[in-house]
Structures are given as C-alpha cells and as structure tokens.
C-alpha cells in the first residue's frame, strides 16, 4: 500500500520517515517525502571550561609538563577548551596521590560508607545529564538522542550497579575473601567516553580501589567533568585521579611500578603493547580490544526488525562500536529482500550535526578515524566488493561519512576482516547453518555477535557454536550494567559489567 504524508505548513519537507518498517517493502521511496525541520539541543545550560588541567588529589591542578592541547568539536571543527597534557612526572604524581589515598582513607572506609560516595555519583550523573549530554556530543560527535538516550543513562546505571554491591563483596563471592588490589589505572578510548570512564570507575570503587584514569585525548571533557562532580561529592581526595593526554600518558601509567591492575578498553594493537610492558609483573589487567562481529539473518527471521538491527549494529554511533555488526550474513533465499529494504531505510538516515535531535549519524570522532575509515572505503573497491552508499547530504565543515555498504564481499577481503570502525558493512550470503558458523568463527576477533530467526532451538544451536562473549538474539548492541562484556582471541580477555566485572578489581583468597 502507498503511503502518502501531508507535508506540515510549518515545515519544509522532503524524507518520509520509514516508521518500524511497515509499508516499506515495495514501492514507497526515501528522500522523496518529508525532511524534518531542524531541532536543536540548547547549549545554553552548559559550562565548560577554556582550560582544564589534571585532577590529581582532589584538585585540578597545571601539568608538570606545562603543555596542553585542544580539544576539537569534530562536527564544526571548532575548538572547545584547551586540555592538560599529563607527563610521566605527573602521572606518578597522580598515582602517588591514589596510593596515599587508598592506604589512608579508601581501603580502610567501611563498605556501606564507599557505597554511599557511589550512589551520589550516580544521583549526580543523573542530575546533569543533560549537560553531560550535549558535552559527549560537543566533544565526540555522537548524535544527541544516543549521547543522552544511551551514553549518559548507562553510565549512571553502572554507578548505580556497582553502589549496590559495595557492601555485599562476601556475598558475591561465598566462600572467598575479596580484597580490593590497590591502584587501578584505567585507559579508555574515545567512542564511549563517560560510559567507559563509569565501566572502569564503579566497579574500582565498589571494591575497594583507587583509580587514576586516562581519557583518550580527542575526547576528554565529559571525563573532567565527571571529575568536577567527584569534587563536589565529597568522595575523599585522590580516591579518583584523572591525567589527560595521548598514547604516551597512557604507557606512563601502564609502566609504572605502584600500579597493580590496568584496565584498558582501545585498539588491539595498543593492547599487545600494554600486554608485552607488563609481563613478568604482578599487575592484573583486562584488556577490551576491536570487534568484526558477525550479525546473522536467518530466511524465517522478522525482516522488518531484522533490518532495524541491521542498521543499529552498523551505524549506532557512526560504526565507532567494538561489537558493531560489521559482517552481515543473509540467508540466500531473503538476500535480495533484506538487501533491498536495507538500502531504503540507509537512505532515510540522516547525516548531520549531532546536537539536532532529527540527526542519525553524526560526526566521524576525528579526521584521523575519518582517513582510516575513508582509506578502508577504498581498499573495498579496490578489493573488487560493489560499494554503496546512501546518497544524504553532508555538512560543509566537519568530518562525515554517509553510511556505507559493500556486496559481493568474499571472506578473505580486507574489509570483512580488519576492524573499520566506521559505518561501513560488509555483507555475505550463505546456505546453511554451519556454513554460517563457520564464516561468522573464521575471525580474529571474538567479541559479539547477533542471530535474528523466528526459531528459539536455531538460536541456542548458533549462539551455542559462535565464538564470541556476547550474542544478540532478534536484538543487537543492547547493554546492561549487570550483564558481563568481553571477548575472545584478539578481542581480549576480562570482563566487564556484573559479578564478572568485580573479579577483576578482586584479589580472591581461599
Ligand atoms: P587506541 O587503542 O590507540 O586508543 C585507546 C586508548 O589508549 C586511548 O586513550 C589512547 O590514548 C591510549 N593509548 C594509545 N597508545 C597507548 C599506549 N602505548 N599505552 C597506553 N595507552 C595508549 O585507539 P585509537 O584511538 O588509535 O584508534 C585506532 C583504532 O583502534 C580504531 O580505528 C579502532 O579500530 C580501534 N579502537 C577500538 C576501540 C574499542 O573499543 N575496541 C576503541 C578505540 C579504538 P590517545 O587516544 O590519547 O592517543
């Protein structure tokens, strides 16, 4: 059935949005229905600094270094604020105050009492989402409906999680003795940055330990302000230290001698490097590396939904996701269809300025990741793979990628191997069941995957034989603090998120 839209006199339209996917499949064509009228977040409400040093000790304070680099809005490529960069002087200094903080005040609070600091964090995250909002869009790119719908809400779920077990450690571990390990470094990366900042934190905190924490250096802000909010909590002074920079700040804290744990969430690469400089040391570490996750379309699965998660697990924060679905795998006899009303609904997605409300994808995070995902868009055509992409506009200034995807891929191709990290699809078709066990296993990685079918037994037989630590049933990228996330092979090793997730914070005697 046609569907025709009456356009609204106040607006100027021009894309029919598709719905949940109902009317699509047939004639009913994209960018020739309505296109919305802008719908701006405010940034009135928020403060940011022009300049932001260390949070060492409870207290912002200048780099020893003396150095400081900008922070870019990657969708405008206007500078924000200026950002402290951290030398191994100050790292050290950073981890001195952890380790004052840990052996006079921290390790020796009762449990209860650390689980209070935790839920203020966590009442106080909720309380300026907004501003956290609109500074993870402002800084990272990300559209302000995921930012505010997804980032911020998460981040304050994990506070919330990890409060509840601070003083229940003998309870999750019956018959052990949790003992917290001391002082954790954490580094994460850019594509979730006060969410990963609140995966490392809780947890730390909940039991026991004490944290210095590096933000990846195109994305800094919403770290120093969950520094400021840590001020304000009254949470004891270097119970929590953030030290800003590049690749560089993060190797001070992985080598140096009074850390005991690492937690780092990045690039596979950076993770061999962190696993070689602490081998033969004591320190615990989880390491959560790239993703090339096969997302599997069964011919009896839902296509209407099933193409909704296609484009979730591909373009859900522009593709900048270590469980992105990156590899699709169609059942033969549903090709044709899912491709086509895939291709439909690519070209309703709008590409745009993250803080307006209408937007899909936003910014690339930086021109760096811009060139890496633009160079891979490149190796596929060249590899002999049939490109396509939807044909949206594109701001001006800023960096952007419309979204992207490539047929005919063979497994061997460098694009359905390599982790793009950008909103690029390789897709493949198979026949059978282990036909697509075998394609989806045939990988590097190990992190995530996802089954859409209508079948319950054909989704404990797949999930049974993937190798990957999470899979994704009729569903993809959905998240939750009590459920463990973490990979195999060169996805790393640890987990983060529920029980799991304490363990690593944990020394486990008897
Ligand atoms: P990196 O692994 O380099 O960055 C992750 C974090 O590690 C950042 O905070 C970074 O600092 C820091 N870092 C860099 N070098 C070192 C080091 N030698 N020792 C300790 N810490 C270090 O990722 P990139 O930003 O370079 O992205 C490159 C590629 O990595 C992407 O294209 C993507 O494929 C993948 N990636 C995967 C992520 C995931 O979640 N699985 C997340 C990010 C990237 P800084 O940013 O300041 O340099």
């Not at 953030?242 to 969430?265: L, Q, S």
């Not at 995807?405 to 793009?420: C, M, T, Y």
């Amino acid at each position: 059935m046609k569907t025709k839209l009456k356009p609204l006199k106040t607006q100027n339209v021009k894309i029919l949005s598709p719905g949940n996917g109902s009317g699509i499949d047939g004639s009913l064509k994209f960018n020739e229905g309505w296109e919305y009228a802008p719908a701006l977040e405010s940034t009135g409400h928020v403060s940011i600094k022009d300049t932001y040093g260390l949070f060492i000790g409870g207290k912002f304070v200048k780099p020893l270094s003396g150095k400081y680099f900008d922070t870019i809005n990657p969708a405008n490529e206007q500078r924000i604020a200026r950002i402290a960069k951290a030398s191994s002087a100050d790292v050290d200094k950073a981890v001195k105050a952890a380790r004052n903080a840990y052996v006079k005040v921290w390790s020796k609070m009762p449990d209860n009492e650390r689980g209070k600091y935790i839920y203020r964090i966590a009442r106080m995250i909720q309380e300026r989402a907004r501003e956290f909002a609109v500074i993870e869009s402002m800084d990272g790119g990300k559209t302000i409906r995921e930012s505010r719908d997804v980032d911020v809400p998460l981040a304050a779920a994990h506070f919330f999680y990890y409060a509840g077990w601070a003083d229940k450690l003998k309870y999750a571990f019956p018959g052990r003795k949790p003992h917290s390990l001391g002082v954790a470094g954490q580094i994460v990366p850019w594509n979730f940055p006060l969410l990963m900042a609140a995966w490392k934190i809780a947890p730390a905190l909940a039991t026991g330990n004490t944290v210095v924490i590096k933000p990846a250096e195109t994305t800094s802000l919403t770290c120093l302000k969950l520094a400021e909010l840590i001020q304000e909590s009254g949470l004891p002074d270097g119970v929590v230290n953030v030290v800003t920079g590049a690749g560089a700040t993060g190797a001070a804290i992985v080598n140096h001698p009074d850390v005991n744990k690492i937690a780092f969430t990045g690039s596979t690469e950076v993770g061999k490097i962190i696993q070689n400089a602490i081998a033969g040391s004591d320190k615990k570490v989880t390491l959560e590396l790239g993703g090339k996750a096969a997302n599997i379309i069964m011919d009896d699965a839902p296509l209407d939904q099933a193409v909704e998660g296609i484009i979730n697990g591909i373009y859900f924060n522009q593709g900048h996701v270590c469980c992105a679905g990156s590899r699709l795998f169609i059942q033969e006899d549903v090709a044709n269809t899912v491709i086509r009303k895939l291709k439909d609904r690519m070209q309703s997605l709008i590409v745009g300025d993250p803080l307006d409300k209408n937007t899909d994808i936003g910014a690339i995070n930086s021109k760096e990741q811009l060139n890496t995902i633009n160079n891979y868009i490149k190796i596929g055509v060249e590899e002999g793979a049939s490109f396509y992409q939807s044909s949206c506009k594109l701001p001006d200034k800023g960096y952007w990628c419309r979204p992207t995807l490539f047929l005919n891929v063979s497994q061997s191709h460098r694009i359905a191997n390599e982790e793009i990290f950008g909103p690029v699809l390789a897709v493949q078709t198979f026949r059978t069941v282990e036909e697509v066990i075998e394609k989806a296993n045939n990988t590097p990685y190990g992190l995530s995957a996802g089954i859409w079918t209508d079948k319950g037994a054909k989704i404990f037989h797949i999930t049974g034989k993937l190798r990957a630590g999470v899979i994704w049933a009729n569903t993809y990228n959905k998240f939750d603090p009590s459920s463990p996330f973490g990979g195999y092979k060169e996805s790393g090793f640890g987990r983060e998120g529920g029980l799991h997730g304490l363990a690593a914070y944990l020394s486990l005697a008897g």
